[in-house]
């Protein structure tokens, strides 16, 4: 045990913020990262406020131990996995909205903040927050910020980013700043906050988060459309946004996911198709209603055998809650290796089919959803348990996935970060003179080293 640490952090915190036993420690040891590796923590601490994360800062810094910042623990990539040794701080005791100003539309609030949680106080006061990843149910917005999640609503809401205003950080030096400002423009300075979101906690430990703030928008129309094919499918979407289309949510679900959700849930929405699109617009009146039938018209030229309106909110919602509900089913089956690649929109077609090929390539199932409006495709590669020779194919089945995404232009993670899996595909992306960038950054705001090292950039 890193004694040092232990004996630094009882010393400044009160007990009930330290946890040392290794079974009450279990639950903290690593994301939802199938297959990425993880160690044994020093401590867990559970700051109840600033100051106490402060102190846990400058313990690490003085003991030389490695800090890593986790939320819920829902992320897909690594980074809130522990290192041995280390500290894992969470922020389940830091869970507020502190602050809701109505004539400026903003909201403060603490990191350890539920999404969905969140999102019903806004509803009380006739607000609304804007990122929806599928994990909001379960991921706190300090974790959305981490990473820059993006979810459902992104394609025409924008990420985590184009929310967060402000930020309280205590820096790698162990001091307590605020980066960015509340208002809606400002360009003093370099954008420091624009630098801290998506850095996974690799840049500083943020404790607070004012983030902009909208009223309700109207209640949505959903559309679906079923196709025979991911090709006919991708085609739709390039046509919807082709056209200058900005729905509020476009989705893609395959078969395999609606089998696996109606197997958990028995919602009866399978289909007789490959693949679903779910397509939201929550545009006003008559252009709502002009977004809807354009949906469809895309949906019907591209092979749709079969494209709908919902009839009322109930019958989209349960469409909606496939979507969000198709990665916790897919769990089930077995180990899920999670993809999060962003392509143009008019490779989609193309990628989404590329990656079932080389699925069957390498004898893994892979099932697909995607926030498609955006071309972040999500394929998931899934094994049975306990089959090392089927994880080893899934593994190489996740490499090629990676570079057929760089090779259509795209990027090898549109919200779930780097973490530990996609060291490589950055490595791959990016060039040497821009990873040193990224390092020198690091270096600048890390200077001992202490911020989840070894984690979203390559060493």
């Not at 025979?228 to 078969?255: F, K, T, W, Y």
């Amino acid at each position: 045990m890193n004694t040092a640490i232990v004996d630094a952090l009882t010393s400044v915190l009160p007990p009930e913020s330290v946890i040392i036993n290794p079974d009450s420690m279990t639950g903290f040891l690593h994301d939802e990262a199938a297959w990425a590796p993880y160690g044994a923590p020093a401590a867990v601490v559970r700051p109840a406020d600033t100051l106490e994360v402060q102190q846990v800062v400058k313990a690490c810094i003085e003991t030389g131990t490695a800090l890593v910042p986790r939320g819920a623990g829902t992320g897909l990539s690594g980074g809130a996995n522990a290192i041995d040794g280390c500290v894992i701080i969470s922020f389940e005791r830091m869970a507020k909205v502190l602050e809701i100003d109505h004539a400026n539309h903003i909201a403060r609030v603490q990191p350890g903040m539920v999404g969905d949680e969140f999102r019903a106080v806004l509803a009380e006061e006739g607000l609304w927050y804007g990122p929806d990843p599928a994990s909001s149910p379960w991921s706190t917005i300090g974790g959305n910020v981490g990473t820059n999640a993006g979810g459902m609503c992104c394609v025409k809401y924008g990420v985590t980013a184009d929310w967060v205003r402000e930020l309280e950080v205590v820096t790698g030096t162990g001091e307590i700043v605020r980066l960015g400002r509340r208002t809606p423009k400002g360009v003093a300075g370099y954008d420091l906050r624009g630098l801290m979101v998506g850095s996974e906690g690799t840049l500083g430990v943020v404790t607070e988060i004012v983030v902009r703030v909208e009223n309700l928008p109207p209640e949505p129309i959903t559309v679906a459309g079923f196709f025979d094919s991911l090709i006919d499918a991708g085609n739709a979407v390039a046509a919807i946004r082709g056209q200058g289309i900005r729905p509020s949510a476009l989705e893609l679900v395959d078969r395999y996911c609606l089998q696996a959700v109606d197997e958990w849930k028995n919602m009866g929405l399978s289909a007789d198709a490959e693949v679903v699109l779910i397509g939201r617009t929550d545009s006003p009146g008559a252009q709502g209603d002009a977004e809807a039938g354009a949906m469809l018209r895309c949906f019907d030229n591209a092979g749709a055998t079969l494209s709908m309106r919902s009839s009322d909110a109930q019958e989209g919602d349960a469409l909606y809650a496939a979507r969000r509900l198709a990665y916790p089913a897919l769990e089930r089956l077995g180990p899920v290796l999670t993809e999060d690649i962003c392509v143009p929109f008019t490779k989609v077609a193309e990628v989404l089919q590329e990656c079932a090929d080389i699925g069957e390539r390498h004898g893994v199932l892979v099932a697909s959803i995607a926030h498609a409006g955006d071309g972040n495709l999500h394929p998931l590669l899934i094994t049975p348990p306990g089959d090392d020779e089927a994880e080893e194919r899934a593994k190489a089945a996740f490499d090629e996935i990676i570079a057929a995404a760089i090779a259509a232009g795209g990027t090898v993670t549109g919200e779930h970060g780097i973490g530990l899996l996609k060291l490589d595909g950055l490595r791959q992306e990016v060039s040497p003179t821009v990873a040193e960038m990224y390092r020198a950054v690091k270096r600048a705001l890390d200077p001992h080293g202490i911020l989840n090292p070894g984690k979203a950039i390559p060493s």
